[in-house]
Nanobody, 126 residues
Framework: QVQLVESGGGLVQAGGSLRLSCAASGRTLGSYHMGWFRQVPGKEREFVAA????????YYTDSVQGRFTISRDNAKNTVYLQMNNLKPEDTAVYYC???????????????????WGQGTQVTVSS
């Protein structure tokens, strides 16, 4: 079992930056591909970014490509999402997720994670 706790959300003006962190406990993250998702009220949760267990590959949804960077520190059991040039449409609750024993191709193909954090609110004002 993996427990995930996000932090770093908040209110920022458009064009600003935030760095989200996701701390894991229960098991080491080193064997899991990890991801970030987001959700706004009334809409389905959407994929944002994913990172290979050893950081050799990352994958982003088109709307954040070039603005967001996912990274991880397996020694600290932590995953990060650096968000730059934020836009009002980035406003959402952001969730950290751990994929179970799934291949990277399945992650890129849109498979669902096995574990979720509780979410952290990001609000971007115009």
């Amino acid at each position: 079992q993996v427990q995930l706790v996000e932090s770093g959300g908040g209110l920022v003006q458009a064009g600003g930056s935030l760095r989200l962190s996701c701390a894991a406990s229960g098991r080491t993250l080193g064997s899991y591909h990890m991801g970030w998702f987001r959700q706004v009220p009334g809409k389905e949760r959407e994929f944002v970014a994913a990172i290979f267990w050893s950081s050799i590959s990352t994958y982003y949804t088109d709307s954040v490509q070039g603005r967001f960077t996912i990274s991880r520190d397996n020694a600290k059991n932590t995953v990060y999402l650096q968000m730059n040039n934020l836009k009002p449409e980035d406003t959402a609750v952001y969730y950290c997720a751990a994929y179970g024993p799934q291949s990277w191709s399945a992650v890129v193909g849109g498979t669902s994670p096995s574990y979720w954090g509780q979410g952290t609110q990001v609000t971007v004002s115009s």
